[in-house]
């Protein structure tokens, strides 16, 4: 169930992570500005960026990653065979197989009650590496600092 999220999450942090770098990159006042440690350039470069288009482009990204979770989350509801046409060719298909699915669902369950060290030696046994989510948790891993 928490599996399902996780993976939309993790899908959507990689497009946003792309997203970011692909912006990041056509903005050129911002990347000087990082190079020589100029704070408030950098700062006005990326306000720069704001605007309601962009708002409405971000949140309609966000809008559908909600409705993804909501399939994939219905879909490891229902059992494996939903869980991998839901979520497709992902690595994280890979990984799982209707064996150990239901380990794989374990692990999610302890997620959203908290036990992250459980969870994270189940992931070990499934054979998912240490994943980062989110950039207050990039140092920690996808375990930690929930």
């Known amino acids: ?33 990082m190079e020589a440690g100029d704070y408030g350039a950098w700062k006005e470069a990326k306000i720069s960026e704001l605007t309601e288009k962009r708002f409405n482009e971000v949140r309609g990204r966000h809008q559908e990653m909600q409705q993804r979770h909501a399939e994939i989350k219905e879909a490891m509801d229902q059992g494996y065979d939903a869980w991998k046409e839901a979520v497709g060719d992902c690595p994280m298909s890979e990984q799982i197989t209707e064996d150990n699915f239901d380990l794989f669902v374990e692990m999610h369950s302890l997620i959203e009650e908290g036990d992250l060290e459980a969870a994270q030696g189940l992931a070990e046994e499934l054979g998912i590496p240490a994943m980062h989510h989110g950039m207050h948790r990039q140092e920690k891993g996808f375990f930690k600092g929930r």
């Open 1 to 33: 169930m928490n599996k399902a999220i996780k993976f939309g999450v993790l899908s959507l942090l990689a497009l946003s992570l792309v997203t970011s770098a692909l912006a990041f990159g056509q903005n050129h006042a911002a990347r000087d500005a």
